[in-house]
Each structure stands twice: as structure tokens, then as C-alpha cells.
């Protein structure tokens, strides 16, 4: 969130003194690597120390496998960025917004992987394909990114009704959302008996049929 501010000040600032906004996003990129750089150095001290906790009463969690995986996205959206010079240069439009979106969908992707909570999750998950819609429609102009946008636009939000759906059924049954509690309760969950057992199967169902056509996996890649 500090580097996503920071960004946002400086790019403010900078259209206040006329300044190409071209430029203004190839340095944002510029200056967003070195921020997720560090970043990644602080996880890679956690990840050495090995600190564990959690935040928001178990709604994030903060153990090795996490910190593993965010250093693990971290990486990923570096990767991203570095190829994304040329894209911004050749692009017809100055595409100022496009660090900003990257950095937020970063952010998000990251609680995701920290989240403790099916609440949690799903926010994370919602919040972070809004940004998707977002990079997607950059292409505009192009009949495909259209309809890419549109397409991935309605089957999300088909699959959070989905997920929200399963969510309940697992409050329902469950009583919890905490990640923990339902694997415990899920070891047993031969004890439940009748419609509660039919109620917890099918809530796994619309949370992993809801969680692939959000990532866009087999079979919901369409």
C-alpha cells in the first residue's frame, strides 16, 4: 500500500508540470521494480527467521508456506514487468494507469495467498479480478481484448455468485470459515450425517467450480 501511494503522489505530481505520460509510466515501472524488489527482501528475511502469526483474528496468516508463495508471486509480477517496457512504448495510448492496476492486482494476489479465511479469500480474489478486467480492456480498440473483457467479466461474476453461495453453505454446516477449523472438521466429516454432509459437499463443489473459472483453469478456462 506505501508503494502504491508513493506512485500515485509521484504521478500527481509530475502531470502537474506537464510531463509525457509515457514516460511517466516507464518510470513507474522502473520505480515499482525496485519497491517490489525490497519488498521481496523483506519476505526473504521472514522466510530466514521463520516468523509465524496471523492478523485480523485469523483472517491472514503468516507462516513459511505463505511467505514462500508471496515470494514466489512477487517474482512472478517482476517477471511480468520487466517484460512490460516494449508493450508500454508500442502501445497507441500512454497506458499511465497500467503500473497502478499491476501494483494493486500484486497487492491483492498477495493477501490471497495470506488469507486464513474463506472471507478473506474471496475478497482477495474478487478484488484482484476486477484488476484483470482492467488490464484486459487496455486492448480496447481490439475485437478480441473486447471480447476477452466481456466474457471473463460475466463468467466472474457467475462464478463469485458461486463462490459466495458455497461460502454460506459452509457457514451453515460448519459454523466457521477459518481455514484450520474446516480441515479439522473436514477429517471428520464422515460423523456428519444426513442433509448436513449433502450441504458441505455440495459447498465444495460451488467453491471450486466458482475458485476455476476465476483463475481460469480446467474446466473453467473458457
Same mark, same amino acid.
Given at each position: 500500500?506505501?508503494?502504491?501511494?508513493?506512485?500515485?503522489?509521484?504521478?500527481?505530481?509530475?502531470?502537474? *508540470?506537464?510531463?509525457?505520460?509515457?514516460?511517466?509510466?516507464?518510470?513507474?515501472?522502473?520505480?515499482?521494480?525496485?519497491?517490489?524488489?525490497?519488498?521481496?527482501?523483506?519476505?526473504?528475511? *521472514?522466510?530466514?527467521?521463520?516468523?509465524?502469526?496471523?492478523?485480523?483474528?485469523?483472517?491472514?496468516?503468516?507462516?513459511?508456506?505463505?511467505?514462500?508463495?508471496?515470494?514466489?508471486?512477487?517474482?512472478?509480477?517482476?517477471?511480468?514487468?520487466?517484460?512490460?517496457?516494449?508493450?508500454?512504448?508500442?502501445?497507441?495510448?500512454?497506458?499511465?494507469?497500467?503500473?497502478?492496476?499491476?501494483?494493486?492486482?500484486?497487492?491483492?494476489?498477495?493477501?490471497?495467498?495470506?488469507?486464513?479465511?474463506?472471507?478473506?479469500?474471496?475478497?482477495?480474489?474478487?478484488?484482484?479480478?476486477?484488476?484483470?478486467?482492467?488490464?484486459?480492456?487496455?486492448?480496447?480498440? #481490439?475485437?478480441?481484448?473486447?471480447?476477452?473483457?466481456?466474457?471473463?467479466?460475466?463468467?466472474?461474476?457467475?462464478?463469485?455468485?458461486?463462490?459466495?453461495?458455497?461460502?454460506?453453505?459452509?457457514?451453515?454446516? #460448519?459454523?466457521?470459515?477459518?481455514?484450520?477449523?474446516?480441515?479439522?472438521?473436514? #477429517?471428520?466429516?464422515?460423523?456428519?450425517?444426513? #442433509?448436513?454432509?449433502?450441504?458441505? *459437499?455440495?459447498?465444495?463443489?460451488?467453491?471450486?467450480?466458482?475458485?476455476?473459472?476465476?483463475?481460469?483453469?480446467?474446466?473453467?478456462?473458457?
Amino acid at each position: 500500500m506505501v508503494l502504491i501511494s508513493y506512485l500515485l503522489t509521484v504521478l500527481a505530481l509530475e502531470l502537474g *508540470q506537464g510531463r509525457s505520460k509515457k514516460d511517466l509510466a516507464l518510470e513507474s515501472l522502473a520505480a515499482l521494480r525496485v519497491g517490489l524488489l525490497c519488498v521481496a527482501f523483506l519476505y526473504f528475511l *521472514q522466510l530466514a527467521y521463520n516468523h509465524t502469526g496471523s492478523a485480523f483474528s485469523g483472517y491472514f496468516l503468516v507462516n513459511s508456506y505463505t511467505t514462500t508463495f508471496k515470494l514466489l508471486t512477487l517474482l512472478s509480477g517482476l517477471f511480468v514487468l520487466h517484460n512490460s517496457d516494449e508493450y508500454i512504448r508500442r502501445h497507441e495510448r500512454h497506458l499511465l494507469e497500467y503500473p497502478i492496476v499491476l501494483s494493486l492486482a500484486l497487492l491483492l494476489m498477495l493477501l490471497l495467498v495470506s488469507a486464513g479465511h474463506l472471507i478473506s479469500a474471496f475478497l482477495a480474489l474478487v478484488g484482484f479480478s476486477l484488476n484483470i478486467y482492467v488490464l484486459i480492456l487496455f486492448d480496447a480498440p #481490439t475485437a478480441v481484448a473486447r471480447e476477452a473483457g466481456i466474457k471473463y467479466f460475466y463468467l466472474s461474476a457467475f462464478s463469485s455468485g458461486l463462490f459466495i453461495y458455497g461460502i454460506f453453505l459452509f457457514f451453515l454446516v #460448519t459454523g466457521t470459515g477459518h481455514f484450520y477449523e474446516i480441515a479439522t472438521l473436514m #477429517t471428520y466429516a464422515e460423523e456428519i450425517q444426513g #442433509t448436513g454432509l449433502e450441504l458441505l *459437499q455440495l459447498a465444495v463443489v460451488f467453491i471450486l467450480t466458482g475458485l476455476f473459472f476465476k483463475l481460469s483453469a480446467f474446466p473453467g478456462h473458457l
